[in-house]
């Protein structure tokens, strides 16, 4: 392989792997704070305590995908200067300042406000550990935003002129509005909400499956799954075909791929405008990918509204047969976002910037052996920690509500402050703020284990 080849490699496959992290955690944490919500405002004791357990246990999964996955996205900023110094070099000026902010609030106020969330179970008051929850979704679809923002400029880029070899950025809105980043954003949200709530309902599925205690719990995490994802994975392929304009004009190449169009006139043109170049790549790839997409979104919908109807008529709940299909349709939303994240990217080939830079002009001048050895480095990092993320998500969500550690509480001494002599002793498992209902012995203070 070529060094152009193996940095292609490389990026494509730690991409793809942290991608799998991303569409979770987008997915999962606004169910996670709807679950929250409901557990706070809910006045009966015993609803309470269910929905509380819920909310920790699926805030659990929520983050161990999490603490894992932002290893791997660390690593993803470094390999522009790594692999990519001449797209940092072109385009810099331009998303540099998107992919900033997209650190900032990924890797610190989204982390700060998690960490808050995690520990401040029986400290925080119930409005403020709420708000802190909400805070987490709203920043980590920011920071979604910002990471389209840049890919699409990658994709169409607007908003800039190039001067002496460097792209500027002169209209900072049109690079904010860009139609190529916001669709897509739609898009990955839907996906997320689709792969979030499929593996709710799978995971619940398979405890009410095998006859779980926790029957209401589990009961509420599907009914949410089947409000919010019913939607989610209907209108999922609807808003993906709203692309398929912005393809035809700025992208003419995978369109013609995607519709099996003329791709020699096609090419003809594209060589008459930028030159001679490889411009007919990996189209079996393209409508592979497109159609494996395609038939897993439509297959799920299916699943989900006719799971709606056996809900309605209350015949969910003792259907074993499609209990199995539903945890069998938990990987399903991963692999189809693999193959709309393949789309994308291999589809503007041979650029990096569509039009404007190759791939083979963005490459660091860095020799075959390096990266030979990041390559294999990198893949062998990010594959150890995917598999250690989904062995834990697996663990724990096997074991069910009792493993859950998130939001537990520890017993104080009786000379501690706020320890069962002191002001402020609540129930172990309380709730979201202090004097939360627990188990109504009232001798220990909340203090969080997890």
Known sequence: ????ELARLQFAA???IHWLFVILTMGLVPLVAVMHTRAVFTR?????????????FWGQLYVINYAVGIVTGLVMEFQFGLSWSGLSKYAGNVFGAPLALETLIAFFAESTFLGMWIFGWGRLGRGTHITLIWLVTLTAYASGYWIMVANGFMQNPVGHEVRGGVAYLTDFWALLTNPNALIALAHITLAALTTGTVLVMGISAFHLRRGTKETELFRGSMRLGLL????????????GEMQVPLIRRNQPMKMAALENGDVARVEAALVKEHGPGDYVFAH??????????TLIGYSISTVTLVAVGLLWKGRLWRGRRFALLMIAMVPFPFIASLGGWALREMGRQPWIIYGELTVEDALS????????ASCVLFIAVFVALAVTNWTLITRYARRGPDATQLGTTEPLPDDV???PAGPGAGGRGGGAGPGGPGDGAGHEQPVPAF
């Open 228 to 239: 919010v994802g019913t939607p989610a994975a209907w209108f999922v392929a609807t808003v």
């Open 417 to 419: 402050p706020g320890g």
């Open 365 to 372: 001048p860095v020799s075959r052996a390096s990266l030979i």
């Open 14 to 16: 730690t991409t793809g």
């Open 44 to 56: 009966d004791p015993a609803r309470r305590a269910v929905r509380e357990r819920m909310t920790r």
């Open 1 to 4: 392989m070529s060094a152009a």
């Open 284 to 293: 079996d790839w393209l409508r592979f990918s497109m159609e494996s997409m």
